[in-house]
């Protein structure tokens, strides 16, 4: 079977549309930044679900006039300017409404207090543990007890709130398979966390395996090792 080449590279398209091409991705290319010099910082930093959706509409706005044909730069340009008319206009009702900032962008939520989870708030955020411990990882985190507070922002990311050195707590260890032996016997007078929630307390032979916070029966020896920055 005989390969049609000038298909393969260049589909339905004849070659000098390539001039085309790069006069148009030079057009959008300069839309882009002009665009988001008015978006202003706020499209440039970590972005939130709302600055994620306008960001994908102008994406999807510069990309298609670059190689389609059939779509003209001034229909895009166009999608382009009311994209960002739209998004200063919600910015502006965002300052002007807490409701409508906490409708489009979310609010802050508490995951860690005094080394514990806010298992409620962490359910809803429908973070995995693996995940969330190679967060905390990721900040020379090795136990829950070294946090005082943990919040995820609206932006997804972990603001963390550390103990002074003196006052780190026993806490549930999040270093790399440090939940594999977990026990629901005592057979040591020790701290031990709940490998669920973190909830941290002093066990012996005769304490009850039953997690005063969640009503869960796995714990693992804690630890009270100084954070390292």
């Not at 016997?185 to 307390?201: A, D, K, M, P, V």
Request: with cysteine.
């Amino acid at each position: 079977m005989e390969i049609d080449w000038k298909e393969l590279w260049m589909g339905s398209e004849s070659w000098d549309f390539l001039l085309q091409i790069v006069f148009r991705t030079a057009v959008m290319f300069l839309t882009i930044i002009f665009g988001i010099r008015l978006l202003g910082k706020r499209g440039v930093k970590q972005l939130s679900i709302f600055e994620l959706v306008v960001i994908i509409g102008l994406g999807s706005a510069a990309g298609d006039p670059m190689f389609y044909r059939e779509v003209g730069l001034v229909s895009s340009i166009t999608v382009f300017f009311v994209i960002i008319i739209i998004y200063s206009l919600v910015i502006y009702l965002i300052g002007k409404s807490k409701k409508i900032e906490i409708l489009l962008e979310g609010k802050p939520v508490l995951l860690i207090e005094n080394g514990v989870f806010a298992i409620d708030n962490f359910k809803k955020e429908k973070l995995g543990s693996d995940e969330f411990f190679a967060e905390l990882r990721l900040k020379s985190v090795s136990h829950l007890g070294q946090i005082e507070m943990a919040i995820e922002e609206t932006s997804g990311e972990i603001s963390l709130f550390f103990y002074e050195d003196e006052n780190v707590k026993y806490g549930l260890p999040v270093l790399l398979h440090s939940l594999d032996k977990s026990t629901k016997i005592f057979e040591l007078e020790n701290h031990y966390s709940c490998t669920f929630c973190g909830y941290t307390e002093l066990k012996n032979k005769t304490s009850e395996n039953t997690c005063k916070n969640c009503r869960k029966h796995h714990w693992i020896v804690s630890s009270n090792r100084k954070r390292i920055a």
